[in-house]
T-cell receptor
Framework: GIQVEQSPPDLILQEGANSTLRCNFS?????LQWFHQNPWGQLINLFY?????KQNGRLSATTVATERYSLLYISSSQTTDSGVYFC????????????WGAGTKLIIKP | NAGVMQNPRHLVRRRGQEARLRCSPM?????VYWYRQLPEEGLKFMVY????????ESGMPKERFSAEFPKEGPSILRIQQVVRGDSAAYFC???????????FGPGTRLTVL
């Protein structure tokens, strides 16, 4: 089945720093979503991005479907950005089932 | 405009008891998905339902687990005769008819003693 790999697995930054999180997937996908799981466990939708680039405040994402990767950019990090960032892809042969990466654990220090 | 609702948020059961987890999708959403998350891992798909129909339950264990989404009321994930290995966070998501962007509830954290 399709493999979803996220890197780095862990990232510790000072407040104000920028970061880039990567998601590679092993096969063609219909769609890709980025989520933030906060320290309380809640999953927050960040981007629904099958291709191209989207921006939302300090966050932006780019998916290059032909090369099978997506990047999540976080600028001017704040402590509230801490948590785990997941990417999840929708298989081409299953237009609903999300396959999840293992996540990038981000800690922002004040 | 309420999001996806799940209850209870925390559930403690002893081995052999039954666990019932409830999920109310976002208003206007007719597709419901259940996922399980073990500590330090991503989510694993369990089942996909539409009203009164199970579309795909390929991720759900064949025994002790069942799910439904009745015409009226919330979707229910039922785990019979729970074992310690069932301890996990169970998330429900819903999506609209127009696309498959999934929105998640706060999860139910099941602990089996």
């Amino acid at each position: 089945g399709i493999q979803v790999e996220q890197s780095p697995p862990d990232l510790i930054l000072q407040e104000g720093a920028n970061s880039t999180l990567r998601c590679n997937f092993s096969d063609s996908v219909n769609n890709l979503q980025w989520f933030h799981q906060n320290p309380w466990g809640q999953l927050i939708n960040l981007f629904y991005i099958p291709s191209g680039t989207k921006q939302n405040g300090r966050l932006s994402a780019t998916t290059v479907a032909t090369e099978r990767y997506s990047l999540l950019y976080i600028s001017s990090s704040q402590t509230t950005d801490s948590g785990v960032y997941f990417c999840a892809v929708e298989r081409v042969d299953s237009n609903y089932q999300l396959i999840w990466g293992a996540g990038t654990k981000l800690i922002i220090k004040p | 405009n309420a999001g996806v609702m799940q209850n209870p948020r925390h559930l403690v059961r002893r081995r052999g008891q039954e666990a019932r987890l409830r999920c109310s999708p976002m208003k206007g959403h007719s597709h419901v998905y259940w996922y399980r998350q073990l500590p330090e891992e991503g989510l694993k798909f369990m089942v996909y339902l539409q009203k009164e129909n199970i579309i795909d339950e390929s991720g759900m264990p064949k025994e002790r687990f069942s799910a439904e989404f009745p015409k009226e009321g919330p979707s229910i994930l039922r785990i019979q005769q729970v074992v310690r290995g069932d301890s996990a966070a169970y998330f429900c998501a819903s999506s609209p008819l127009t696309n498959n962007e999934q929105f998640f509830g706060p999860g139910t954290r099941l602990t089996v003693l």
